[in-house]
């Protein structure tokens, strides 16, 4: 679509006159308002094939990114503090609460299942922003997986913006007025989509504009139109973007230079620092009201600037105020203020990309540096463009069968995404079915719905963001994209991967080793795929460490033990199992025998085939179990080979997270005999390692090691016992054991190594800290309170880094909605405390132990 060039200010205007201003609402905005907008964002890194996220090395000393960002900026920003002069907590802040912000829908997922309380306080955030902001919420939607929508086709414009505005509801509870774009990418068809759907406004950057005028009135008709392609459109006012058929949507602007300076200068350094620079934007005329909008990934505040949250806190709750500036979102000023003026959108741009939207299908330089190219971006896209088309035709041709509307189907799947119990499942099916389908018709159904899931997904943007194809992101994509062909093959019977991988062959990887996208797909994405046969063995290993119970889920399938029997002969473990799996995403179930030999240490010899009968297997069972009581390891192998043939899976088959579980459980049983050996070897010399430290002699480094060892080891074995004690007169007597032993490591100059000393000392704080505050007994203050002031302490002794992070906020929270309420406020009130005055006095000293300023009260 293409829509006519505005004429400039020196040209006379041809164009018909846009529609007149809607009239303007009742209450109009005045003064100078503040929005600050976080793009909070990460991609999609789910196997495809489990549905979780794996370990990312890179992301220690946390599990992935999206966990290492979660508390370095998702959290933080939700309890924001607000610190005295003495570092105490003077406030805690939602920054979401006054913040303009969108959550990108695969990451909002994952922070529901990863963090209910971070989750909850986003929502909540939204719902206390709509009350102070006549109904218009802080959040926005995003098109659902981050695709550059400019390049997609009008088909997979519209599902992305309907998932985006469905997940958002199944969030927020409402419908979403606004919705940020990928990249901001923008043009003509794609406003079209937004308009059809229901979107109000977008942001883009100030560089996407090319041309403005005021909106005509009766007594202007025909306004000059002033040319601002070079950035130079005001951002403090809103605009409204007109298309062919004269319907509109409005778009703000924000200020380019502030954002910028956010994300990569010293703007967030102080709120003071980052008002000061606010207020170089506001225009002097003397216009009743201006909005000054700055917007920047939401990661910027904490994540790539660390503690920036607090800089928000206090801008948003005490300089902005301080300043006369009050604090909003778009819709709210939109609300007060609609557009008096329209804008020409340039045709294809996006923020970060200065050649329009080349960045993601061409060599363009954007992203790139050094001696790399990027010349496998075009070929990359072409061959995902052609997979999507045969996936549609595959699609089309299959789900016609079973389908009253298969693309309206599609739109809808989003529901299965957020939801995938069976009930859910049926229903949905039973609403869109054309006949009653079999079973198998039901899995071809779902097949097909997740093979167009797969290939939405994999054209993420950030599979071209960066300078190289084989980088995490890149071969993402392209394990999407697998997934998609395994699954439309599972349908259609249909091939597409040698085509398409042979397509991959003219995108050049920058790495000699891969050579191409072809060389990257079978390295790094075909080794990768999963089978049922893969999944059956991996239970069936696991089953040796992990009680599974009758039913259970393994990732993404629901695991049915029809049968189990383990016996042990000597060092030899044998386990054979009955196992049906279900796929909770496609409901395909397959059956299996399984029959894992644990040799002992890191040797594993385990066997699958599919289930042929109730007789065959009761056979094979009574066969290896014979076998194996005559104690011959080679008798055993050679049995199940007989039975199962010649594949055989081992520890490398396991899924990472397990395997380096289960190597993790075998290194512990050797590592405790170590750990003995030199316990035994630190009391045998102790008064040897006391001399040398007496004479002031460097201690030999073995007899260092073994008391640095022998003291880590009690030092965990006590903090289990303090972790497990539920008597408090336990807790004391490990409390005390705990002292004695550090007393003796610092006496001893030990390094302890502790590597889960931190969060166990963390969860027992917060546990004895919810026994004092939320479930208050006047009893037993006082002891709490004391064993919670030694936990503290022997916790900053273990130098593990110890944070009293949720011990503020849970106490700040109760403060603020018990003991102020209930017992600090009024007379009146004061008489529904649990606590006598002398208690109190107890826990606002608590408070001054956690750092939380109670100094009002004290």
């Known amino acids: 679509m293409t829509t006519k060039p505005a004429p400039s200010k020196t040209k006379k205007n041809t164009k018909a006159a846009a ?88 990451l909002m997922s994952w ?157 967030l350094s102080s709120s003071q620092n980052m008002s000061d620079r606010l207020a170089q934007a506001i225009r002097g005329d003397h216009r009743p009201a201006q909005l000054i909008c700055v917007a920047t990934d939401g990661e910027t505040f904490g994540h790539h600037k660390m503690g920036t949250e607090k800089c928000l806190a206090y801008a948003f709750t005490h300089e902005f105020g301080q300043r006369g500036w009050q604090v909003t979102n778009i819709a709210h000023y939109l609300s007060l203020n609609p557009p008096a003026w329209e804008v020409v959108l340039k045709p294809v741009t996006a923020w970060s990309c200065m050649h329009g939207v080349e960045r993601w299908q061409s060599d363009c330089g954007c992203g790139g540096g050094g001696l790399w190219n990027q010349k496998w971006r075009k070929p990359l896209r072409e061959s995902l463009n052609w997979l999507r088309d045969r996936l549609a035709e595959i699609y089309e041709a299959h789900a016609r069968k079973y389908l009253h509307d298969p693309w309206q189907v ?113 390295e790094l994405v075909v080794s990768s795929r999963i089978t049922f046969e893969r999944v059956a063995a991996h239970y069936v290993i696991t089953s040796l460490f992990n009680h599974y119970q009758p039913r259970d889920r393994v990732y993404c399938y629901e695991a049915q033990q029809l049968d ?41 010899h385990c066997c699958i085939q599919p289930f042929i009968g109730r007789l065959a297997y009761a056979q094979v069972k009574d066969q290896l179990l014979a076998i194996l009581n005559q104690a011959s390891v080679a008798k055993t192998m050679f049995a199940m080979t007989q039975v199962f043939g010649d594949r055989v899976f081992s520890l490398e088959t396991l899924f990472a997270e397990e395997r380096q579980w289960i190597i993790q459980q075998i290194a512990d049983q050797s590592k405790n005999q170590l750990d003995q050996l030199y316990s035994q070897a630190y009391r045998d010399n102790y008064s040897i390692l006391r001399a040398f430290q007496r004479e002031e002699m460097p201690v030999p480094k073995e007899l260092r090691v073994a008391a640095d060892i022998a003291l880590s080891y009690r030092c965990l074995n006590v903090i289990e016992q303090l972790c497990a004690a539920t008597d408090p007169s336990e807790r004391d007597r490990w409390l005390t054991e705990l002292d004695s032993v550090l007393t003796e490591a610092e006496n001893m100059r030990c390094t302890l190594e502790l590597p889960d000393a931190k969060q166990q000392m963390e969860v027992l704080i917060i546990t004895t800290l919810e026994r004092i505050v939320v479930e208050p007994n006047a009893a037993t203050l006082s002891a709490e309170n004391e064993q919670l002031d030694r936990m503290i302490t022997l916790g900053d002794r273990l130098q593990v880094g110890l944070s009293l992070d949720r011990a503020q906020e849970l106490y700040f929270h109760c403060l603020h909605q018990t003991l102020l309420p209930q017992c600090l406020t009024s007379v009146e009130t004061a008489q529904d405390c649990p606590w006598q005055p002398e208690q109190m006095s107890v826990l606002l000293a608590l408070g001054q132990r956690l750092a939380v300023d109670v100094s009002a009260w004290v």
């Open 19 to 106: 529609p007149l201003p809607e009239t303007p609402p009742a209450s109009t905005a005045t003064g100078v308002y503040i929005t600050v907008h976080g793009h909070f964002y990460q991609p999609p890194r789910e196997n495809p094939y489990l549905d979780v996220i794996e370990r990312q090395p890179s992301a220690y000393p946390f599990h992935d990114w999206n966990e290492r960002i979660l508390y370095e900026c998702y959290r933080p920003n939700v309890f924001a503090r607000i610190l005295g002069q003495q570092g105490e907590v003077l406030k805690v802040v939602n920054n979401f609460e006054y913040m303009s912000f969108n959550v990108g829908p695969t």
């Open 111 to 267: 922070l529901k299942r990863h963090d209910a309380e971070v989750y909850q306080g986003i929502i909540d955030a939204d719902r206390r922003s709509a009350e102070r902001l006549d109904g218009h919420g802080n959040a926005i939607a995003q098109a659902y997986n981050h695709i550059i929508l400019p390049l997609a086709n009008e088909r997979d414009k519209y599902t992305q913006v309907r998932w985006g505005k469905a997940d958002f509801r199944s969030h927020f509870g409402r419908d979403p007025e606004g919705m940020w774009l990928a990249e901001t990418a923008i043009d003509y068809p794609t406003l079209k989509v937004l308009i059809d759907e229901g979107i109000r406004f977008i942001v883009l950057a100030p560089s996407q504009a090319e041309r403005c005028r005021e909106q005509p009135t009766p007594d202007n008709p025909e306004p000059d139109w002033f040319e601002v392609g070079g950035g130079q459109i005001d951002p403090t006012r809103p605009y409204r973007c007109y298309i062919d058929d004269g319907r509109h949507i409005d778009i703000w602007f924000y200020d380019g230079p502030i954002s910028r300076g956010m994300g990569f200068d010293d703007v």
């Open 410 to 522: 599609r739109d809808d799947y989003i529901q299965l995404i957020h939801d995938r119990r069976p009930e859910t499942v049926m229903h949905f099916l039973y609403r869109n079915q054309t006949h009653p389908l079999t079973e198998g018709e039901q899995v071809d159904v779902l097949r097909l719905l997740e093979m167009q899931h797969q290939a939405l997904l994999m054209f993420t943007s950030c599979g071209w963001f960066f300078d190289e194809l084989s980088r995490p992101e890149g071969v993402q994509i392209l394990r999407y994209a697998a997934r998609a062909i395994e699954l439309a093959g599972e349908v259609s019977g249909e091939n597409l991967e040698v085509e398409f991988r042979d397509r991959l062959q003219a995108a050049p990887s920058n790495v000699e080793h891969f050579r191409d996208g072809a060389q990257v797909y079978d």
């Open 564 to 604: 189990y029997q383990r016996q042990k002969i000597g060092t030899q473990t044998l386990a054979i199992v009955h196992l049906q799996l279900t796929s909770e995403i496609t409901r395909e179930t397959q059956s299996f025998i399984g029959a894992v030999l644990h040799l002992g240490g890191w040797d594993f």
